[in-house]
Structure formats: structure tokens, C-alpha cells
């Protein structure tokens, strides 16, 4: 073997070694960083907990499967708020942490990480057992817990994106169990708002002559599809929808989110976990959620009262299929709430005024109930 043949192979293995190691880092990483986490209680001036405060990070089975609560609020008393994240598999507990803290000052809030999303990601879960139904089942048995565990009747429950495609679901299914539903970016008709958006792209594309998103969305043929790769035309096209602003308003992408500063119960290993459930929760649960029947025909008629959180430039989720719905919707009582600048994350975009409106409008919603 020749003097450069070696130091070409010694160099392979010594950069086989490093990447095995960053492995091995990452890995420990993360299940140290499972195994410690925590969440700051909640004290008064003096440093003292707050009496009948909760705070905690808790693991329960749902539907025979491990999956992570983080429940926070000043008062475990107030009306419960549990929490439906988007993606599919895109936990937002980090956001929620940030933009909403406001909230557990009047609900005791509950983020819940589903089957394959975040801290209840997994390479080992069984993919077989990430469907819809399953992750409705496993909605309504935390709703079940949660209002036993907590003494109370019903909960608010809060659906974004595509938790607001489960959070409806539930609304249609288990309305006895509510005392509120809040819709931000609400998913009504998954084919049909596909269309729009692509419509939207396509159009922000050539009205900016953006030679390089023309090129690549002339590729995409027909749109939504489910024949095999077309997951690589869903990422083409939700990569211009956010360059062209369809989901943060006037912003690039969604790198602003996430360079705020990060909450205590995030840290740089959970990334892994939140990039891994994002991507494989999106591949599986996507060809199902083309599949799912219009909410205008299944869901025309609910019994609970229903705000929908809208950001006025939203294309993720286009707003148009969510008025059309809200304004063909029976409900015992609906409103619907402009969220001027904001498009997909009205509730990340202007927090103060979604803060407010959950505090002065939904709170005494579930108050009364």
C-alpha cells in the first residue's frame, strides 16, 4: 500500500472515530438530559413555593405507549388548558414556555408531548401505532385523566395546526368533555387547503421573479399527492411558504422562533429528539391526514363554544377554508379573532394579544362551566 493510500485510510478511521463519538455524545446527551429535567416552581418574593402551585415534568401511558406532560400553573385549582402541538410531531413546548407563561397565571396549562414528538420520541416506537385514531384515542384518555386527577368536569382544550385537526376532532366527538375549544390555524380540509397554499407559492413566486423557487415548484406536478416522493414535494413547497411569509409574517423562515432564549426545560440536546419526531411523525401521519374527511361535512354542527385564532396572512393553513367553515359552523357560541400580524403562529407572532384574549375571554368561558 503507498505512503498516501495510508494516511488517506488512517484519516477515514480517525473521522469514522470522531463521528462515532459525536454519536455516542449525542446520545447520552439526551437521556441525561431526560433523565434530569425539571421545570422552575413557582415562588413568591420571599423564594417560597407557592402554596397549591404545580409544576412538574411527569411520563403516563397512553394507549400502552410512554409519553411526556409538562403541567405548570400558579393555582392547580384554575380550569385546565391541555395543549394539542402542531407538525405533525412538532412539539412546541419550548414556544409555549416562552411566548405563553402568561397563561399559567389563570389555567394550569398542560403541554402534552404526543406518541412520537419530543420527549415521547423514540426509534423503537412500532410506526404501525402512529395513526389519527390513535392519537385521538390517546387525547381523550389524558382528558380523562386529567379532569379525575384535578377534580374537575372539563377542560379547555387548544388545538394548533395540526393539533388543531385533532383538537376539532375531539371537539365533535367528546363535547361533554369541554368547556371551550380554541382553533389557532385551523385545519378544516387537508387536500383543499393544500391546493391554496401551493396557489399562494406559486403566485408570491412570480410576482418576485424568484427564478430559483420557479424552477423548482414548475417540478411539482400534481399537488397534494401521495404517490411515492411526493414528501419531497411537501418540503419543497413549505420552504418557499415560509420564504414568501406564509407562515411567521414578514419573516425568512422560521429561524426567529427558536433563537429567542431558550426555556430551562429545553436544552440543546432536545433538538435531537424535536428534528427526529418532526421528520418521522410528518412522513408517516401526512398520507393520513390527506385522507381525512372535510370538517364542513363531518363537524357543521358542534356543542361547545369555539374561537378560532386566525393570523391574517396564513398559508400554512389558509384562513379562507377556515372562514368559510367558521361561517357555516352551528355552535352554542363562535368567535372568530383576527390576528392582523400574524400568519401560522398567531399565538408565537403576538403574544401579548393572544394572552390576553385566552385570559379575558376564554378564562371566564371556563369559569362559568
Known amino acids: 500500500m503507498s505512503y498516501v493510500k495510508k494516511i488517506l485510510l488512517r484519516s477515514i478511521i480517525v473521522l469514522m472515530g470522531l463521528c462515532a463519538a459525536l454519536v455516542v455524545v449525542i446520545v447520552v446527551g439526551v437521556l441525561v438530559s431526560r433523565q434530569f429535567r425539571s421545570t422552575p416552581a413557582f415562588s413568591d418574593p420571599s423564594g417560597n413555593v407557592v402554596p397549591g402551585s404545580i409544576a412538574t415534568f411527569e411520563d403516563i401511558k397512553l394507549g400502552d405507549y410512554q409519553q411526556t406532560l409538562l403541567i405548570r400553573g400558579r393555582n392547580s385549582k384554575n380550569p385546565i388548558l391541555l395543549s394539542l402541538h402542531g407538525g405533525p410531531g412538532m412539539t412546541e413546548l419550548p414556544l409555549v414556555r416562552h411566548f405563553n407563561a402568561a397563561l399559567e397565571e389563570g389555567f394550569t396549562v398542560v403541554l402534552w408531548e404526543q406518541r412520537g414528538a419530543g420527549n415521547s420520541y423514540s426509534p423503537f416506537l412500532d410506526k404501525k401505532t402512529l395513526t389519527i385514531e390513535q392519537l385521538l384515542s390517546d387525547a381523550h384518555q389524558l382528558i380523562q385523566y386529567l379532569t379525575e386527577r384535578f377534580q374537575q368536569r372539563k377542560v379547555v382544550l387548544v ?24 382553533g389557532i390555524g385551523q385545519a378544516v380540509y387537508f387536500p383543499e387547503g393544500e391546493k391554496l397554499s401551493m396557489k399562494f407559492v406559486r403566485q408570491e413566486a412570480l410576482l418576485s421573479q424568484n427564478a430559483e423557487a420557479l424552477r423548482e415548484l414548475g417540478k411539482i406536478g400534481e399537488y397534494p399527492s401521495q404517490k411515492p416522493g411526493s414528501m419531497d414535494d411537501v418540503f419543497t413547497e413549505r420552504k418557499w411558504l415560509a420564504k414568501f411569509g406564509g407562515v411567521l409574517y414578514g419573516k425568512d423562515g422560521l429561524g426567529s422562533l427558536f433563537a429567542v432564549e431558550r426555556p430551562s426545560e429545553f436544552t440543546l440536546f432536545d433538538f435531537v429528539p424535536f428534528a427526529l419526531g418532526s421528520c418521522s411523525s410528518l412522513k408517516v401521519l401526512w398520507p393520513q391526514a390527506l385522507r381525512a374527511r372535510d370538517f364542513r361535512v363531518t363537524a357543521a354542527k358542534l356543542e361547545v363554544p369555539v374561537y378560532f385564532v386566525t393570523g391574517r396572512h396564513d398559508y400554512n393553513v389558509p384562513f379562507e377554508l377556515a372562514r368559510d367553515y367558521f361561517d357555516r359552523l352551528d355552535a352554542p357560541r363562535k368567535q372568530w379573532i383576527w390576528f392582523e400580524s400574524s400568519a401560522h403562529m398567531p399565538n408565537f407572532e403576538e403574544p401579548e394579544k393572544f394572552n390576553k384574549f385566552m385570559l379575558e375571554q376564554v378564562l371566564p368561558t371556563a369559569l362559568a362551566q
Open 159 to 182: 388545538g394548533h395546526s395540526f393539533g388543531s385537526f385533532l383538537g376539532l376532532e375531539l371537539a365533535r366527538r367528546y363535547s361533554e368533555l369541554l368547556s371551550a375549544y380554541v
